[in-house]
């Protein structure tokens, strides 16, 4: 009995993410009893495959929100992204050196916005916004229209996927979206620049005088979450075989819905990369539901993602006054 | 004016230094920069004819176009003041464009005065409900400002949706249109309308003490409670004025197109309106706000839409424009370039003192 207390205790850092876990649980039992096919493999490899750019928005976001700041460039970014892509494949420009280079865009956005942000001392809010419109700005006068992908390389990337045990189908999006959890959960738990991350968010002052780097750090999140964001826009395009330059119009706002569901605090230093995740499947849960109801109108979506977030941002408040 | 305080300029850099060190004179600098860009390209720019009796060319549309981002800016920075944000501007706008018009269109006379002020009195009761649930959610309930306002403005545009059934809304309304599209003594209604309100608050908040306290609740306000300030109810009351003027921002765009758009009525328009205020020089940390910086900030929003579209350029482009200025308006404002301007003054006069500030940035 007291070993169960203690753990309970012990637990006490991931009540959030258990709360998540709970709602996707929750979720997932809703639409089996409700629907018959719901309950299928399909179903829920599908979630994976549809959101796998959200994921990886959700991880750089992640990385972002714990040092307490916020990026609200990722959406445009992405947009940035899949449009030069696909601008470069239609101009003939192999896949080989088209994939690295969007991804950089996407990485040279971020530094310029964590430059703003530690060397001219501006609000990450402003910063990432001046970021959002250069981004969506840059789209258009690459190309206006919708372009396709036909580049055969890509093409062929894009639909590779494999059966995990027979029924689970795994895409290349898919892979690249775990991968990217993986190396991130590593660097955010196993180096020096994750324990930074963490240790900035929770007092970017005592960071200081420990003797962290907590000027690089403070510019390196903000890379990491335009590299994400840039790999996103390339799965995007893997996903819609397209660049168009009004896609990911309010995405930043799913990625942070996704992260704050997942039990990450907007004052930083307390989160988990895995939490972002499932809140990820959340939102795509309510989404496939809704779907699979069928006679809702697709405006039930965002007034339920509404309703979720208010009960999580409440049930955090009451746990973070119940600490204090 | 804080800048300025605590390094009184030399008798040498003078006035100059005065003029340039003005928390406005870099917004101004845009404002007129664009201006001078516009008559450059078209000679006529600037004036002004009489037309049917109204007031008509480039710089009146600029003070009809901006009425309602001049609105929502408006309850911005009284936000923005008490350290907080509101992002559901925007969902609140279209909210409030969605229950005037689905109104009027049912009502069985939408011509009718009354049944307009019945439809506007309702679009606004509902908006300010939507502020005091903003304000519940901070000053209550404790969440951080930007996602308690994050909530309305996921869930804003669903329940616009849900009112106009996800069609777009249109009708012939007469005294509605008035709102946004009708002139009054030579002048636009909603530009009227946009400055009148942002007279009345500007004298509310600057003649009586209600200003100071807004601004000390954003200093502190654990602090300003115990000095007897209600921060509180300056919070809510903050965002429920937010709220409202949204929702009259929000008449005023339907009315000027006679549509509620629950997708695209107000879309960015929270975006729009806190760069309005951050180029004008009210900080994001709170604390202090100018409510002349917020003018010349939409102002300058307004002159810049208009300037991509007289220059030729695709209107789609505009965001990048907006990041050019957002960038460099507030660069120039930032507190690395501020230290530096007000360095090199103090330098001149006494070599021997050590910097501090600057130099222990420099080496973290």
């Known amino acids: 009995m007291a070993n169960v207390a203690r753990r309970a205790r012990l637990d006490r850092r991931y009540l959030p993410v258990v709360g998540t876990f709970v709602v996707l649980a929750l979720l997932v039992a809703l639409g089996g009893v409700r629907y018959d096919n719901f309950l299928s493999v399909g179903v829920l490899a599908n979630l994976f495959i549809n959101n796998a750019f959200l994921i990886v928005l959700a991880v750089g976001m992640t990385f972002v929100i714990l040092t307490g700041g916020i990026d609200l460039s990722v959406g445009a970014v992405l947009a940035l992204s899949s449009v030069t892509a696909a601008y470069l494949m239609q101009a003939g420009v192999p896949a080989g050196v088209v994939i690295p280079l969007v991804v950089v865009v996407g990485s040279v956005i971020g530094l310029l916005v964590g430059v703003m942000v530690h060397v001219f001392e501006i609000q990450p809010f402003i910063a990432t916004l001046a970021a959002m419109f250069f981004a969506r700005g840059l789209c258009f006068v690459i190309a206006p229209e919708s372009i396709p992908i036909k580049d055969e390389t890509f093409v062929a990337l894009a639909s590779w996927d494999t059966w995990a045990g027979g029924q689970w189908r795994i895409t290349s999006s898919v892979v690249i979206a775990l991968a990217v959890v993986a190396v991130a959960f590593y660097l955010l738990h196993y180096t020096q620049f994750g324990r930074t991350v963490y240790a900035i968010g929770g007092g970017e002052q005592s960071a200081r005088l420990m003797g962290l780097p907590v000027a690089r750090t403070k510019v390196l999140v903000y890379v990491v979450s335009g590299t994400c964001a840039g790999l996103g826009g390339l799965l995007f395009a893997m996903f819609s075989r397209s660049g168009y330059s009004l896609s990911g119009v309010a995405m930043e706002l799913d990625a942070i819905a996704a992260v704050v569901i997942g039990g990450t605090l907007l004052t930083g230093g307390t989160g988990f990369v895995l939490g972002s995740v499932l809140g990820v499947l959340v939102l795509g849960l309510i989404q496939t539901i809704i779907t699979f109801e069928g006679t809702l109108s697709s405006w039930w979506t965002k007034i339920v993602i509404g309703a979720l977030l208010l009960v999580f941002v409440v049930l955090q408040r009451l746990l973070t006054l119940r600490r204090t | ?364």
């Open chain 2, 1 to 364: 004016m804080s800048a300025t305080a605590p390094t009184p300029a030399p008798a040498a850099s003078g006035r100059l230094g005065a003029v340039v060190r003005h928390r406005l004179f870099w917004p101004v600098t845009a404002l007129v920069a664009l201006l001078v860009v516009n008559t450059v390209s078209r000679p006529s720019f600037l004036s002004v004819s009489v037309l049917d009796g109204h007031l008509y060319g480039s710089p009146v549309d600029i003070l009809r176009n901006c009425a309602p981002l001049m609105l929502v800016a408006l309850g911005m920075t009284l936000v923005i003041a008490t350290r907080g944000i509101d992002l559901s501007v925007g969902a609140v706008v279209a909210i409030a464009g969605a229950v005037a018009l689905s109104f009027i269109a049912t009502s069985p006379d939408p011509g009718s005065p009354a049944t307009v002020l019945v439809a506007v009195g309702l679009a606004l009761g509902l908006s300010l409900v939507l502020g005091v649930w903003n304000g519940f959610l901070v000053a209550v309930v404790g969440v951080q400002p930007i996602i308690a306002t994050l909530i309305l403005m996921t869930a804003g545009r669903g329940i616009a949706m849900l009112i106009t059934q996800g069609q777009i809304t249109t009708v012939t309304s007469a005294p509605f249109k008035t709102l946004g599209a009708g002139f009054w003594l030579g002048l636009p209604v909603a530009t009227l309308i946009a400055f009148g309100v942002f007279g009345l608050v500007a004298l509310l908040t600057r003649r009586t003490a209600l200003g100071v306290l807004v601004e000390a609740v954003g200093i502190n306000p654990s602090a300003s409670r115990l000095a007897g300030v209600r921060a509180r109810t300056i919070v809510w009351t903050v965002f429920a004025l937010s709220g409202l003027f949204s929702g009259l921002a929000g008449l005023i765009l339907a009315s000027n197109v006679m549509a509620a758009d629950a997708n695209n009525a107000g879309l960015f328009i929270e975006l729009d309106a806190i760069l309005a205020v951050v180029i004008g020089g009210t900080s994001l940390a709170g604390g202090k706000f100018s409510l002349s910086g917020t003018f010349v900030g939409v102002l300058i929003i307004a002159t810049l839409s208009l300037t991509v579209v007289n220059l030729g350029i695709s209107p789609l482009v505009t965001p990048l424009f907006k990041a050019l200025v957002v960038v460099a308006v507030t660069l120039v404002q930032s507190p690395v370039a501020r230290r530096k301007l007000a360095a090199r003054p103090r330098r001149r006069t006494s070599s021997g003192s050590p910097s501090g500030s600057s130099t222990s940035k420099a080496v973290a």
